[in-house]
């Protein structure tokens, strides 16, 4: 199964919003990684919170991570239309012996209405 | 401009011509994968490289080959393409395989490539 999963599938907001998305992972990992994918593109790196950090900033982006729960959560605050995308998390595993590899969840998919 | 590029980027096909999709990255990264998206499934990798000549297997490589003669070329093959090989492709390139903490495998993503096997 996934090594994380995004939680909700979908979220529906109007701009101005916060929107909030979640991540749970199962096993112990290194970093975990937030990306975003607009409609059939590549997807687009975000932020990267290490195992030892419990809360990130990048401008309106804000991620926690709580590895006692196993889970992280992607905050976009003031948010905008152009946010519109799917939003994916991805987590390395120090169980895993393939270095490098990123298993990413399912994926949330944020509407931002005007 | 640092990126990966894909070709090509729509590709129609019929069932058992052999096709290859391209992948060059120009940042100079160990680390090279392939993934397939499909609704429902996600993200799944295909095959990866860790360095030239470095190449295994990832989660789903039934029906799919590749090699990394060069460190910036990370072709894909499908000798006999069927149907369920359908998909959204995208290639991946990181700096490094090494699972550090402090990053260093963030992936940098391709456009995609969209697969249609008749």
């Known amino acids: 199964s996934q090594q994380g999963e995004e939680d909700p599938q979908a979220l529906s907001i109007q701009e101005g919003e916060n929107a909030t998305m979640n991540c749970s992972y199962k096993?112990?990992?290194?970093?975990l990684q937030w990306y975003r994918q607009n409609s059939g593109r590549g997807l687009v790196h975000l932020i990267l919170?290490?195992?030892?950090?419990r809360e990130k900033h990048s401008g309106r982006l804000r991620v926690t991570l709580d590895t006692s729960k196993k889970s992280s959560s992607l905050l976009i605050t003031a948010s905008r239309a152009a946010d519109t995308a799917s939003y994916f998390c991805?987590?390395?595993?120090?169980?895993?012996?393939?270095?490098?590899?990123?298993?990413f969840g399912q994926g949330t998919e944020l509407s931002v209405k005007p | 401009e640092a990126q990966v590029t894909q070709n090509p980027r729509y590709l129609i096909t019929v069932t058992g011509k052999k096709l290859t999709v391209t992948c060059s990255q120009n940042?100079?990264?160990?680390?090279m994968s392939w993934y397939r998206q499909d609704p429902g499934l996600g993200l799944r990798q295909i095959y990866y490289?860790?360095?030239?000549?470095?190449?295994d297997k990832g989660d789903v490589p039934e029906g799919y080959k590749v090699s990394r003669k060069e460190k910036r070329n990370f072709p894909l093959i499908l000798e006999s393409p069927s149907p369920n090989q359908t998909s959204l492709y995208f290639c991946?390139?990181?700096?490094?395989?090494?699972?550090?903490?402090?990053?260093?495998?963030?992936?940098?993503f391709g456009p995609g490539t969209r697969l249609t096997v008749l």
């Open positions: 991946a390139s990181s700096l490094t395989y090494l699972p550090l903490a402090g990053g260093g495998n963030e992936q940098f």
């Open positions: 096993t112990s990992i290194n970093n």
């Open positions: 919170i290490r195992s030892n950090e």
């Open positions: 991805a987590t390395d595993s120090t169980t895993y012996n393939q270095g490098g590899k990123l298993i």
């Open positions: 940042m100079n990264h160990e680390y």
């Open positions: 490289s860790m360095n030239v000549e470095v190449t």
